[in-house]
């Protein structure tokens, strides 16, 4: 019998470990055109995020959004959009991301109350969606195709 593994790397899959934090959150590593953070996998979440204090960091091209972003104990929170983005999560890439902006403050407080440390974003269900995603929650291992 195969392995999840090789069964997905044969069907053109790629695989990027994932860490479990304090918080029982998977974390992933990822880029942002060209640039790393640290960034929850959110099922959950419909929009790939990042930060305000992270424009600068990922080279981000903002504009004004009337969509208001909710989530995490937090309602109605102005949020920016950029578009035309690279998203590398370990050998998956994918171009002309769109990423919603937003006041990440409450969920890195949260985090660091729990001896997590904070991140640049979470990863969406649009991009898990658009990626194919799989997650081995024993192995603690992301594929995307």
Same mark, same amino acid.
């Given at each position: 019998?195969?392995?999840?593994?090789?069964?997905?790397?044969?069907?053109?899959?790629?695989?990027?470990?994932?860490?479990?934090?304090?918080?029982?959150?998977?974390?992933?590593?990822?880029?942002?055109?060209?640039?790393?953070?640290?960034?929850?996998?959110?099922?959950?979440?419909?929009? !790939?995020?990042?930060?305000?204090?992270?424009?600068?960091?990922?080279?981000?091209?903002?504009?004004?959004?009337?969509?208001?972003?909710?989530?995490?104990?937090?309602?109605?929170?102005?949020?920016?959009?950029?578009?035309?983005?690279?998203?590398?999560?370990?050998?998956?890439?994918?171009?002309?991301?769109?990423?919603?902006?937003?006041?990440?403050?409450?969920?890195?407080?949260?985090? !660091? *109350?729990?001896?997590?440390?904070?991140?640049?974003?979470?990863?969406?269900?649009?991009?898990?969606?658009?990626?194919?995603?799989?997650?081995?929650?024993?192995?603690? *291992?992301?594929?995307?195709?």
């Amino acid at each position: 019998m195969l392995s999840l593994k090789k069964f997905l790397t044969e069907k053109g899959y790629f695989k990027t470990s994932l860490v479990l934090t304090n918080t029982n959150h998977f974390e992933v590593t990822a880029k942002i055109n060209e640039i790393e953070g640290r960034f929850i996998l959110d099922t959950g979440a419909s929009n !790939t995020c990042v930060g305000f204090d992270c424009i600068e960091h990922f080279n981000l091209i903002t504009q004004e959004s009337e969509i208001k972003a909710a989530g995490a104990g937090a309602t109605n929170m102005v949020t920016q959009i950029s578009k035309k983005n690279s998203l590398e999560i370990g050998n998956w890439k994918k171009d002309k991301v769109k990423i919603v902006l937003f006041d990440l403050t409450h969920v890195n407080s949260a985090l !660091t *109350i729990h001896d997590a440390l904070p991140v640049h974003g979470i990863i969406g269900a649009d991009m898990l969606k658009k990626g194919k995603a799989i997650i081995d929650y024993e192995k603690k *291992i992301l594929f995307l195709k």
